[in-house]
């Protein structure tokens, strides 16, 4: 099997190497691409190593609720986060230049509350300023109500209203990355929503609707049809998905698995249609099985975030266990508390969480720590949660986990250290146990 790594060779224009792996998926090549939606330095570490052992690019995108132009809930604007990614990987020895910057359900998304008037003008000052920050994978997304949008206040805007508003949005991507200096890689589009809205948060654990072939054609034609009518052909050559929902998802406590047979129509017509492959999002917890699968039926481009951190966490509360163990009693400092500092963040501000956990005191607690959805993730940029998270780190950094532990809470890691293939300290420790994740997807999307 070729490896996405081997269709034009690393070096080349990013955009470049991710239009070959569409046209090579189209062609029947099971590639794809994974897309770390994760601001987390762990996690983005990881992502580097992994993308640094396969030799092939590595692409991470914000959300808009994330990142935007007032800071989002991560407190960075789109430059912010850019110079921070580059940062990481300069810390990692990782080519700033093999990095896909992406920017998710760019649109009215944060702002839907307000009328169009006000929302639709932050949302281009959104796209405008992704693009200025060197975003390539730019996803417009405008399939969410205004405030005054007319009709049922609990159904999207009509078809043309969100398209007019796509084209609107690509058009200012577009002057944007006119203003880039030149040789600077072009921005690559995807268009259309997944259903339900984003996040990994259908409310049961019963199947959900596969998207319908003739919802996905019409979303095609309408953005097709209005992006050449207003000019827009070369930037419609660079529209290289289109988000559909193929029957996964995941939320508090289930997970939906990937069943091809009920994708099979969508994958059919893809194959015999258009220049684009599909976007899958909330791909997170799937079989590795599946995920290989969903490449093979031309959901090409795979998002990934909860699952990363939901393994980061699992590091962390692996290592403030053994921590516990080993050093209450005898190290002349505190240890760090980290679980407890943790739900205390939460605790002081539960609006990140709170609408997503139901059930009674037991359940909320058991769900803050151990949820699929991982709402804890929001909450390490905290700085007392980082200070006690930098505590661990230290601690167990001065006094190394002795390996008879390590091999009762991590150990495939355990394994790992004894095989001389990771060091035993907390940064390597972390890093292995988010890249058991991290390999699923490069395995599926064929960088193995």
Not at 2 to 23: A, K, P
Not at 87 to 102: C, D, W, Y
Not at 313 to 327: G, H
């Amino acid at each position: 099997m070729r490896s996405m790594r081997h269709i034009s060779g690393i070096g080349g224009n990013v955009s470049e190497l991710l239009l070959d792996m569409v046209r090579s998926n189209k062609a029947g090549i099971p590639v794809g691409l994974y897309s770390i939606c994760s601001a987390n330095r762990f996690v983005l570490e990881a992502g580097m190593e992994q993308a640094g052992a396969d030799d092939t690019v590595l692409c991470i995108e914000s959300t808009s609720n994330q990142v935007n132009q007032f800071g989002g809930y991560m407190g960075m604007k789109p430059a912010d986060f850019a110079r921070f990614v580059r940062t990481v990987a300069e810390a990692m020895k990782f080519p700033a230049g093999r990095i896909v910057l992406g920017g998710d359900h760019l649109g009215p998304h944060v702002w839907q509350n307000e009328p169009a008037a006000v929302a639709m003008p932050k949302a281009r000052d959104l796209v405008r300023d992704c693009v200025l920050a060197g975003y390539t994978k730019i996803h417009l997304d405008a399939s969410m109500r205004c405030a005054d949008d007319p009709g049922d206040s609990h159904t999207p805007p009509s078809e043309e209203v969100v398209t007019e508003r796509v084209v609107d949005l690509c058009r200012v991507a577009e002057a944007a990355y006119a203003q880039r200096p030149a040789g600077s890689p072009a921005p690559l589009y995807v268009i259309g929503t997944e259903v339900p809205v984003p996040g990994g948060e259908h409310e049961t654990g019963s199947a959900i609707a596969v998207t319908a072939v003739p919802d996905a054609e019409r979303t095609v034609a309408l953005a097709r049809d209005a992006f050449l009518a207003q000019g827009l052909e070369g930037a419609w050559d660079r529209v290289i998905a289109t988000v559909v929902q193929p029957g996964v998802d995941f939320s508090d406590n289930w997970i939906l698995e990937y069943d091809r047979g009920k994708s099979r129509p969508l994958s059919t017509h893809i194959e015999k249609n258009w220049s684009l492959v599909y976007e899958a999002h909330s791909t997170d917890y799937q079989p590795p099985g599946a995920l290989k699968q969903m490449v093979e039926d031309h959901f090409a481009i795979l998002k990934v975030g909860p699952w990363l951190t939901f393994a980061f966490r699992e590091a962390v509360f692996a290592l403030a266990a053994m921590e516990n163990e080993w050093l209450s009693g005898r190290k002349s400092g505190a240890v760090s508390r980290i679980r407890d500092v943790l739900d205390q963040s939460m605790l002081a501000n539960p609006a990140h969480w709170v609408k997503y956990y139901q059930g009674d005191d037991a359940d909320v607690i058991f769900a803050r720590k151990y949820s699929y959805s991982d709402r804890s993730r929001y909450y390490w940029a905290q700085a007392e949660v980082q200070q006690a998270l930098s505590a661990l780190v230290q601690n167990l950094s001065e006094n190394p986990v002795p390996l008879m532990l390590l091999s009762q809470y991590m150990p495939a890691q355990y394994q790992r250290v004894r095989e001389h293939a990771i060091k035993n300290t907390p940064a390597d420790l972390l890093h292995d146990k988010i890249l058991e994740v991290m390999d699923v997807y490069a395995r599926a999307c064929g960088m193995r």
